[in-house]
C-alpha cells in the first residue's frame, strides 16, 4: 500500500539494453534508475540538483537524475556508470580515475565519470584545454579529492582516446 | 626450481591481475633481476611501500560496483523517516501518532519513551536519546521515527504526527549560553548557565615566562562554524533476524563505537549486534558517532521483525551535523626580543550546539596540541564548551586544533611582523625539535617540522614575495602539527587500539581482516601494501575485509588520523608472524639459515644468494603441509609514557605526530574585497608515503576543505533555525575555486609507525587556513580575525587599517552642530 500515484509500464533503454519497468510516474530518473533497475552505481546528494552525484547520460548529455522524472526518459538511451564499460574493458576515464587517484571515497565518482564521458566522447580526439575540462565537471562537488587528480584524470584519458583515435 | 616455472607459476596464480591487464611491477615476471630483501623490522628495498599504484578498491569506485549503505536493498525491507523538531527549545507536551499509525501502508512508529536510554559518543556525556524525551534542543532534534513499506508513504505518515511543543527561550549565541537568566538546555544543579565543560591547566612557570618577556601580544580571533558536507547522505539498514541477532549496514567510520551503544541503548548483548561498515562516502569526523536514524532503525526492525532502511536527506545531514564547533580565542604570548616564546595563555570559548558529542574532548584538544608545534616552556589553557540549541558540534578533520591554529599561526605573523622578522624564518626559529617532550608532558618523536617550513618556502620562492610589497598581491605562511591516533580509546580500557588478522590461502592469495572503516582516506590499500611489503607478495594479492564486527578484530575507528600508525601496525605484526611461519619452513627448503630467508616479487628466496628460491605459493602450501592454517594474529596499542601525569591529560598524546607547512598566494581585489588563492603549496611530514599518490590525494582534500573553510563555508542560524542546510547556499569551493595545489611529501621515517608512516588525514588541513588568512593580510597590510575571510571583512579590515577614510566610511558629522534654518 502506497500514498504513490498508480504505476505506469515504461519501455526504456538503458545502457544499451532494452528495459520495460512499472513504476509510479511521480519518480524521478534517479530513483527508478536506483530502485526499480537496481543500478545502484548512480549516487543521491542532494536530490535538488545542486551535487551532481546523480549525473547520468541521456542521449549522451549529462543530465541531473534527480530533477528528471523518469516518464520523460521513454524511448532515449540512459547511460549509467554501469553501461560506461565496454564489456570487461573499462572507459579510459574509468581506468584514469584509478590510476590517478581520482576517486577517494568514490561517492561522487559515478557523477565526475559521467559528465567526463560526455566531455570526453564528444572532443572527438581533441585535446582538451584545462579549463575545458573544469566547466565541464564544474557542476559536480566533490568533498575528498580537492579536484586536482579528477583533472589529471580526465587529461589523461583524453591524451589516450586522442593517441587511439589518431589510431 | 628453473625461471621458466617460477614464471608460469606466479602468472598463473594471479588471474584476476591479468585479464583486468593492470600493469603489476615488470619484474614480477622477470625474476632475473635481483630482488630486494625487504627483511622484517628493516625498511628498506620496498617493492610495495613507497610505490604509487591504483587503490585496490579503486576499481570498484570507478565502476559503480561499490555497495555504500543506501545501496544496500533486503527483501520485506520497510522504510523510515524521522519527525524533526521545528522549534530550537521546547518541551515536549504530546507526541500523538495515532493518525500517521492509521495510513495504509505504515508499519511502526517510536517515540522517545519507546527508546528511552541515555547516551553519548564519550561515556562522559551521555546527554542523548534517540528520539526526544522531554524536550528538543535544535530545530531538526528527532522526535518521532515512522517506517513504511515505501519512502513516501513514511514521509507522508510524518504530516500525520500531532506533536505539541512548548516553547523555551531559545539560545544562540556563545554570550548567551553564558548568563545565568536563562533556561538550561540540559539540567545541571551545579550550575546556573549553559555551560559544558570548563577545562583550566597550567604547566611551567607562567608568572616568571611573563616577567621574563621583552614584549607581550594579545589577540582575539572566532573561527565560525562550518560541517562536513560528505557526499554521502547517511545511511542505515538494519535487519533483525528470526535467531534474534541484530545486522547494521550504517556508514560509519567508527563501527566499534556504533556497535557498543547499539547493545547499551537496545538493551541487547553485543554478541548479538553486528555492524558493517560499507564503503563511506565521505566522512571528515561527520560520521563518528552513533546517530538517531541508525540507532531508531534498529530498533524499529527488532520491534517490526522486518529490514528497516533509513537515508537522511541532505537537510537532515546539516542538521545531524557533529561538525567544526564555532570558538572564541584569546592568545596572550610574552615573546623575548627575538622571538623566543616565554609563556603563553590561551582561552577558547566554544560554541557547542546541543548537544555533547565529542565536545569534551574537542574542548581539550583547542588547548591541546600548542605546544606540540612550537616551543613554549610556560603555558595556561582555559577552555569552555557551552550549550546552544544549534546542530550539535563534535569533531571534524582537525578535531578542535583547527581553530587554535588559524588562531595562533595569525597571532605569530603579528609577533614576527612586530619584532621584524620573517614569518617563515620565525616559525623554524621556534619550532619543536625532534625526540623531545613538550611542557604539557607530550612526546614528541620524529619532527620534519623545520624541513617542512625550508620546503614549502623554497619551491614557492617565499621570501622574495614577501618582501615585494605589493598591495593586492599577498604570500603567507603557516604551519601545523597532528596527531597519528590518539593515545587513549574513547571508553577506558586495556585492550589494543587496532586488531588484525592476516590469512594465506592455498592458492597464493592473502586476506587482512581489520575492523576499519573505507572513508575514502586509502585504509584498505594502506592495509593492503603492509601486508604485501611484509609477504613480498603484490599488492593486488591481497584481498581487504575490514569493517566487520562479525568478521574482523576491532579497530576503534576512522578519527584521530589512526588507521596508518594503529590498524598498519596490527596488520604489519599480524602479516610479521604469518612471513615467520613460511620462513621457517622456506628455510629449511632453501637449505639455509631462516634470518637469510627473504620476501619479494612474490618469491621467497636465500638474500645472499637472491636465485636459490622458490615462490610464495610453494613456499605457503610447504608451511601449511607442516605447520597447518597459515595465519597471524597482530594488535597496536599505544606505548605507555607518552603522556603527562595530570587530570586531562588523556587529550593530546600520541605516538606520533606529523607536521605540515603550508604557503598560499592570493590576490585581493582592493575594490570587491574578493579573495582569489592563486597556489597553495604544503609540504607534509608523513613520516613515509605508504602510497604517495594517496598522500597528495589527502593533502589536496585537505587544501581543498581548508580554502573552503578559510574563504566560504560557515554554518549560520537566524530565528533559531539553520539558514542554509542545501548545498547551493552553504558554499563549499567547486572544480572552479579549486587553485594549483603543489604537494611536498617530507619522509621522517618514524621508528614506531609501520614502515615510518604517520598520517596525512588531518593534518595537512590546518596550515591551509591560517596561511591563506596570513597571505591576504600581507596583500592588504591589516588583518581579517574570523573566518570565513569574505569580501565584507576584507573591506571591513581595509577600511579600519585606513581609519575608516577608505571606504564603508559613516557619514562624517558635520564639523559644527548646525543651527536651525531661519524661516
Redesign the interface.
Known sequence: ????PPKVLLAMHVNGADVECAFSP?KTLLEVV?EDL???????????G??G?CTVLVDGVPVLSCLELAVEAEGREVT???G??RG?E?HPV??A?????A????????GF?MSAAALLDGADGRTLTQPEI??A??G????????????EAVALANGRMAEQSRG | MAERDLRTVSTATNPDID??GFTVDSAVSSIAIAAPATPAGKPEGFSVVGK?T??V????????????A??V?LPRMLHGKLLRSTKPHARLIKVDCSRALE???VVAVATGADIPVRYGILPSSPDETVLAYDTVRYVGDPIAAVVA??E??AE?ALDLIDVTYEPLPSIMTIDAALRDDLPQIHANPRRTNNVHKEVHLEFGDMGAGFADADRIFEDEYFFEGNT??????HSVVAAFGADSKLTIWASTQTPHYLHRIAAQVLEMPASRIRVIAP??????GGKTEPFAHELAAAYLSCKTGRPVKITL??QEVFYAHRGRHPVKMRIKTGVKRDGTITACHLQTWLDGGAYGSYGVATTYYTGALSTVTYKIPAYKFDGCRVFTNKPPCGPKRGHGTTQPRFAFECHLDAIADALGIDAAEYRKRIAVDPHSTTVNGLRITSCGLRECIDAAAMRTDYAAKRARKQKGKGIGIAASTYLCGAGLPIYWNEMPHSGAIVKVDRGGGVTVYCGTSE????SEHMLAAIVAETLGIDVMDVRVCSGDTDLTPVDLGSYSSRVTFMAGNAARQAAARVRSQIADVAAAKLGIAVDRVGFALRRVFDVDKPENAINFLEAAQATEAKLGTIAGVGSYAPPPGIAGDFKGSGVGPSPAYSYSACVAEVDVDLETGAVTVEKITLAHDVGRAINP??V??QI??????GLGEALMEEQIFRAGEHKIP???DYK?P???D?P??ESIIIETDDAEGPFGAKEAGQGPLNPVIPAIANAVADAIGARVYSTPVTPEKVLKALDAASGGVLRLRKPAPPATPREPVAP
Request: aromatic share 6%; proline share 5%; hydrophobic share 40%.
Open positions: 500500500m502506497s500514498v504513490a511521480s536506483r537496481g543500478l545502484t552505481g548512480t549516487k543521491h546528494g542532494c536530490e535538488m545542486h551535487c552525484a549509467t556508470v554501469e560506461l564499460a570487461a573499462m574509468q581506468a580515475f584509478a590510476e590517478c587517484g576517486a577517494q571515497c568514490g561517492y561522487c565518482t559515478p565519470l573544469a566547466e565537471l564544474a559536480n562537488l566533490c568533498r575528498c579529492t580537492g579536484y586536482t587528480k579528477i583533472i | 585479464a583486468a604509487s591504483p587503490k578498491n579503486a576499481f570498484a569506485a570507478v565502476t559503480g560496483a561499490a555497495i555504500f543506501d545501496d536493498v495510513l495504509p501502508g513499506d515505501d513516501l508513504t507522508e562536513h558536507a560528505p557526499m554521502e547522505e564503503p563511506v562516502g565521505g566522512g571528515f536527506t541532505r572513508c575514502g582516506q586509502g599518490d594517496s597528495e590525494g589536496e582534500g585537505g587544501v581543498y576543505m542545501n548545498l547551493l563549499t567547486t572544480i572552479l579549486m594549483p595545489v
